[in-house]
Antibody, heavy 122, light 116 residues
Framework: QITLKESGPTLVKPTQTLTLTCTFS??????????VGWIRQPPGKVLDFLAV???????RHSPSLKSRLTITKDTSKNQVVLTMTNMDPVDTATYYC??????????????WGQGTLVTVSS | QAVLTQPASLSASPGASASLTCTLR?????????IHWFQQKPGSPPQYLLR?????????GSGVPSRFSGFKDVSANAGILLISGLQSEDEADYYC??????????FGGGTKLTVV
């Protein structure tokens, strides 16, 4: 079955760079039509799309955060890494990675990790 | 104006039906978009429920009961998640999502469904 797990620091200081890793199993990011995305959710707030990377290495980012985000994949390790620069307390959130399936013109986040809470504080 | 607007809360009785709306911003045609729906319970990640584009183009998430269904209200430029035969376990936050033509996803503000 498909599983995803996020890992990384639970606490970062303002201006630091956050690096999160999504380690997955049950699928390969070399398979056509597959992607992995990152979505975050500040405490008590709504879901916020960050970035997605596809099997063919195409990448899409949130327009408002694009300058701060980098998403990469390591298919040999079944991992996707997200880096976010210049962290601020407003970036405090639970960060989720999710498996994405592309069917025709539909892209669906159909499996999600449990999420990891990242707090930004000095 | 937000891209996707959802009512903040909705209450319904057990056994009744609940219609959760997701209104697309003017200029974004609901009829041409897949609208995805997710359920999120406290302390848990979102769970994919279904996606709907038309009566012929729809997909139910794995293991999602058929009492969850998707519709479009073209006149209102909205997607609708209909939950029939409400159960106490349906109490949760529900989010809609679309993909922008530029390739990034947009989520609605979520609706907190209370079953009382």
């Amino acid at each position: 079955q498909i599983t995803l797990k996020e890992s990384g620091p639970t606490l970062v200081k303002p201006t630091q760079t956050l690096t999160l890793t999504c380690t997955f199993s049950g699928f390969s990011l070399t398979t056509s039509g597959v992607g992995v995305g990152w979505i975050r959710q500040p405490p008590g707030k709504v879901l916020d799309f960050l970035a997605v990377i596809y099997w063919d290495d195409d990448k899409r980012h949130s327009p408002s955060l694009k300058s701060r985000l980098t998403i990469t994949k390591d298919t040999s390790k079944n991992q996707v890494v997200l880096t976010m620069t210049n962290m601020d307390p407003v970036d405090t959130a639970t960060y989720y990675c999710a498996h994405m399936t592309l069917h025709s013109d539909a892209r669906t986040f159909d499996y999600w990790g449990q999420g990891t809470l990242v707090t930004v504080s000095s | 104006q937000a891209v996707l607007t959802q009512p903040a809360s909705l209450s319904a009785s057990p056994g009744a039906s609940a219609s959760l709306t997701c209104t697309l911003r003017s200029g974004i045609n609901a009829g041409s978009h897949w609208i995805h729906w997710f359920q999120q319970k406290p302390g848990s990640p979102p769970q994919y429920l279904l996606r709907h584009k038309s009566d012929l183009d729809k997909h139910q998430g794995s293991g999602v009961p058929s009492r969850f269904s998707g519709f479009k209200d073209v006149s209102a430029n909205a997607g609708i998640l209909l939950i029939s035969g409400l159960q106490s376990e349906d109490e949760a936050d529900y989010y809609c999502m679309i993909w922008h033509t530029s390739g990034f996803a947009v989520f609605g503000g979520g609706t907190k469904l209370t079953v009382v």
